[in-house]
């Protein structure tokens, strides 16, 4: 028996003594056994679930800390067989933001490969059938863990005797699982002696580590074995997901036929899989928008000079700038993440070693932008943006446990006198994010913007772009050449 005094390590079979201790603490014996019932593994070998929702983006949102951006609506069915770690999904994805357009997918993995079919992406088509990432295969079979609960807790290494504990005046009780390297909370309600939530921790470049919740309700007996039909998510507590289940089924009939991977396939960097299992909420917030990013882009930093000693920043799918004065660097955008960052730090040190970077610009705080502006504050940069939006940044690095903060807030318009080169910064009001700036570089005429005119990309977004042209007329400003954080190099305004 468990003493309930410390963790108890146990694999499968132990977990029943777990069961005998708890279900007094719930009065409701039956029910209660479920949420850690091992045999389930065995009764669940695959299990099909049809659902529709909605997705989120928290950190798109049009005001900083403002309502998350809602991306698509979305028709699913995924087949699962836990324990053989083999899955199909197949998505009808309908996207509202950025593009509004609809996509049909299937994905199809194992453990390490897998194959994506169909059209998942606005900036680029598939040609044919193609090999999933490994990142990718992390993030869908962490998600699918994640909205299973009781499936979780069968396949579970090993679980903390359950914690009373009073939430809204409602008692409920915490359990602390182990399951493929990864801790989850469960909250289990008495009342039902069924999960009510599921947290696990997960990288948010922007915050640091931060909880990806899941919430479930309207519980129905499918054979006999209790599921969630409703399903909510949340990032730090921002809405990434609405799901309603419509059917599902056990061991259906066709699954081992439905699940077969490719066997030619090359096997997948285990690191890659660890990275996309670790911000799951990243990934599949990205392919719910029609814009996956499932390879990580830490590395893939290259200079393109635009002008002058003025270099956009490429080699992903997101772009910044950097502009050398004698004195010093500015750098305009930090996307994706921390490690993105850090590459293109040692790349500048390695060429301009006595020009440090003296200011980071964040032209606005959309995740796929700003994620990795914390290296370049951290490495001694002074942080510009504007002052609807600088809270949100204070608010990152108040988290992640940094002081001395160095700040230019854009009130209409600020000069950047460090480098020994004149840079202006200027308001864009725009419908795409409140709280943006551009980067004029008045010697070459060059203005930076991101999101509303690409340069050299075929999709524009005209409300967008003529916002930008209004700004720049406003503040009278002669621009020549315009460079986006999408898009390849330079061109002038469109006739
Ligand atoms: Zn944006």
Do not use: C
Not at 52 to 66: A, E, H, K, N, Y
């Amino acid at each position: 028996m468990p003493s309930g005094k410390g963790p108890i390590q146990f694999r499968r079979g132990a977990l029943r003594a777990t069961v005998v201790a708890i279900a007094p603490l719930f009065g409701h014996a039956a029910v209660a056994q479920a949420p850690l019932d091992p045999s389930l593994a065995e009764t669940v070998e695959t299990v099909r679930i049809t659902a529709s929702g909605q997705r989120f983006v928290p950190r798109q949102s049009l005001t900083p800390g403002g309502a998350p951006k809602h991306t698509a609506d979305y028709d699913v069915t995924v087949t699962w067989n836990p324990g053989g770690w083999l899955a199909r999904e197949e998505w009808q994805l309908d996207t509202v933001f950025p593009v509004v357009t609809g996509f049909a997918y299937s994905m199809t993995y194992g453990e390490m490969t897998g194959i994506k079919d169909g059209q998942d992406n606005f900036r680029a088509a598939l040609d044919g059938p193609t090999p999933l990432s490994a990142a990718r295969i992390g993030a869908n079979f962490k998600d699918l863990w994640l909205t299973n609960p009781l499936i979780l807790a069968a396949h579970s290494d090993a679980s903390l005797p359950p914690v009373e504990f009073a939430s809204g005046g409602n008692v409920r009780h915490r359990i602390a699982l182990s399951a493929h390297d990864t801790e989850w909370t469960l909250i289990i309600d008495p009342a039902t002696g069924l999960p009510s939530e599921v947290t696990t921790m997960e990288q948010d470049p922007t915050f640091g580590e931060g909880p990806n919740r899941v919430v479930f309700s309207d519980w129905r007996e499918v054979s006999g074995v209790p599921f969630p039909f409703k399903v909510e998510q949340f990032l730090n507590g921002g809405l990434l997901r609405r799901e309603m289940r419509s059917a599902i089924e056990v061991n259906p009939a066709d699954a081992d036929s439905v699940l077969t991977v490719a066997d030619d396939l090359e096997p997948g960097d285990a690191a890659h899989r660890d990275w996309g299992w670790s911000m799951s909420h990243l990934l599949l917030a990205r392919a719910g928008l029609g814009g996956p990013a499932d390879t990580p882009q830490f590395d893939n930093v290259e200079l393109l000079e635009v002008g002058p000693d003025i270099y956009q920043v490429v080699g992903g799918s997101h772009h910044g700038l950097v502009v050398v004065g004698p004195d010093g660097i500015v750098v305009a955008d930090a996307p994706w993440y921390p490690q993105r960052s850090d590459t293109l730090l040692r790349l500048l040190e390695e060429r301009w070693p006595d020009q440090p970077v003296r200011y980071i610009v964040m032209t606005h705080h959309h995740l796929d932008h700003s994620g990795g502006f914390r290296s370049f504050v951290e490495a001694g940069a002074t942080l510009v943006a504007h002052e609807d939006s600088m809270w949100f940044y204070e608010e990152a690095l108040a988290r992640a446990g940094f002081s001395g903060l160095s700040a230019v807030a854009v009130d209409g318009h600020a000069e950047l006198d460090r480098i020994g080169r004149a840079i202006g910064v200027y308001d864009i009001p725009n419908p795409h994010s409140d709280g943006m700036v551009g980067v004029y570089v008045p010697d070459t005429r060059l203005f930076f913007n991101s999101d509303l005119y690409s340069p050299g990309r075929e999709l524009q977004f005209p409300l967008s772009m003529n916002a930008l042209f209004a700004a720049v007329r406003y503040h009278g400003l002669n621009v020549e050449r315009h460079v986006g954080s999408h898009g390849m190099g330079y061109d002038s305004e469109p006739e």
